[in-house]
Structure formats: C-alpha cells, structure tokens
C-alpha cells in the first residue's frame, strides 16, 4: 500500500503541518514553504514502493522545498530525485544551476545536497526517486549529470518513461511483472546519469549494459510507428544492426517478433476499452503500427485463436 496525504480529508488549520511532516517522509528534510499560508492550502502526496526506487507523486498548492547546506549536512543516504512537471512549470536552483523546467520537461535533483525547487498555482509532478547506491556510478559523475541531463540522447526516453509511471502508479505495482519494470527504470535511470555526465569508462560500460533495456522501452514508446525497423532501433542507439541482433539473440529475443506480438498485445486490448468500440478493426490496427489490415487479422487470429471482430464481440457479451 501506498503512503498518501491528501489535504482535502483536513481541517484548513491542520494542512500546512501536516504537508511540512509528509514531505519529510516522502523527500528529503527540507523548509517547506507555501506561496499563500493563509490561503487555500492543498496537497495530495503518494509514495509507492517501486523495487529499490520509489515513485513520488505530488500536486499541491504554490509550494517551495528549500533544502540549506546545514540540513544536507544531517542526511548521510544521498538519493537522485528525476521528476516531470505535470502542471505548472517549477523552478529548480542546485550547484549554481538556475533553470525553470516547463510542464512535460524532466529536471533531476540530488536530494541529498542543497536545493531550492517550487512552483506557483495549481502544481504537480511526478517523481522515481533512487538511491545513489543503486546506480553503479561515481558520485562525481551523477551530480554533475544531475544538472546536465537535457545533454544525454535518452533524455526524452526516459522523461516519456517516467511520465508514464506517475500517470498510474498503483496499476504498475499491482502488476506481477513490477520487478521487472522497477529493474529497468532504474537502468534507464543508470544510462541516462551516465551518459550526461560524461562518465568515460564508467558511462561506456552502463551503456552496453543497459542496451537491450532501452531498445525494449524505445520500442514500446514507438510502437504506433509503422517505419519502426530494426535499422531504425539500431540507429537510434548509435549501433550496428549486426550489434543489435547479438544482443537481442544472447537473450533469447527474436526483435521482430517481439515487437510484433507488443503490437498485437497492445491492439488486443484497445478492442476492447469503451472509447475505442466505435473505431474499427482497421483503424485499431493502424494505430498499433500495422499498415495491412489483413496481415494484422490474420497475426491477430494466429496468435489469439480468433479473428479480431470475434474477440470484440465476445468479450463484450462477457461483459453483458
């Protein structure tokens, strides 16, 4: 289960305590300070559990997290923060960096040192917090990539990834393959702090060993892309095709029929949301990356034991 504050179940005269006392548990120590203390205050927070990480999500009121010098000197656990701003932009000062991060942008924080991070109005973000042990990297190389992360190649990757995490966290841990996904974001995690922060020998290594982890989550974000080939994947990670298939084969991985059985898994189950019953079958399968309805029909039936139409029907009469 989740730990989860939610203001609205207080009095007006409880919210700004309790806030202070849940962003100890859910961050790091720090001076919490709201843009109107006499105002409307409001927060929802919840912390999940997410293998060796957690997921952090916020929406509050106007709010500012000043971290000084003299609480970082109390925290001996030092832990990277990467968040993306759902609502409003937020400003982040750490290492003489100065930036203000825009709304679906991506800023990583070093909650163990000083820091100064807020935003105004009606904000949110969502957070994967992991803890510098975890990473496989010289504690040099992930503060420096902490304010150089829009310099990495797998930036958008991973801002696209974590998004994703916060947008539901509760189905991802509920799912039996949590591990799984919790392994590979903190690789994600891992290739991205390493690549920003020009870790040499110690970034070239994280990238061989995290490959087959980014082209499986840069397949999944590219799945609706008919062109998506394995000369495209293999450019997109500055290999050789010949590399790539080494790769994917030494897992036991035959890359294009993955990607078509996630097309297929991902087609299969918009057939059946009901925002999707007034879309055909075409349709579907052309926003899973299929340009032949029929090829699509007849992998859908190959694979599933009945044709994409009989699936519909059926698990609507289920339903019924």
Request: hydrophobic share 40%; with cysteine.
């Amino acid at each position: 289960m989740p730990y989860v504050l939610d203001t609205a179940d207080l009095p007006p005269r409880e919210r700004v305590e309790a806030v202070h006392t849940a962003m100890m548990y859910a961050s790091a120590p720090c001076h919490v300070i709201h843009e109107d203390p006499d105002g409307d205050v409001h927060a929802r927070m919840e912390v999940w559990d997410f293998g060796n990480a957690n997921i952090f999500t916020h929406r509050s009121s106007g709010i500012r997290l000043l971290r000084t010098a003299r609480l970082a000197r109390q925290d001996a656990m030092p832990v990277v923060a990467l968040s993306v701003q759902r609502r409003s932009p937020g400003r982040i000062e750490q290492q003489r960096r100065r930036a203000v991060v825009p709304v679906g942008e991506l800023l990583a924080v070093d909650l163990s040192g000083p820091y100064d991070y807020s935003w105004s109005g009606d904000g949110a973000a969502g957070c994967l917090q992991v803890g510098f042990d975890q990473l496989g990297l010289p504690v040099d190389v992930v503060r420096r990539a902490t304010v150089e992360v829009r310099a990495s190649s797998f930036y958008r990757m991973v801002t696209d990834h974590i998004a994703h995490l916060a947008r539901d966290p509760g189905r991802i841990v509920a799912d039996p393959a949590v591990g799984a996904v919790a392994a590979a974001s903190v690789d994600l995690v891992r290739a991205l702090l390493a690549s920003a922060g020009r870790g040499g020998q110690h970034a070239r290594q994280v990238l061989a060993e995290t490959l087959l982890t980014r082209v499986r989550v840069f397949v999944r974000q590219h799945l609706a892309d008919p062109d998506l080939t394995p000369q495209r994947i293999a450019a997109a990670h500055n290999v050789s095709l010949r590399h790539l298939y080494k790769v994917c084969a030494e897992a036991g991985l035959s890359l294009e029929q993955w990607i078509i059985s996630e097309r297929l898994q991902g087609a299969r189950h918009e057939l059946l949301l009901p925002e999707s019953r007034h879309r055909s079958v075409a349709a579907i399968a052309r926003r899973w990356g299929f340009r032949d309805a029929t090829h699509f029909t007849r992998r859908f039936k190959a694979r599933y034991g009945m044709l994409p139409n009989q699936w519909r029907r059926s698990s609507a009469d289920a339903r019924s």
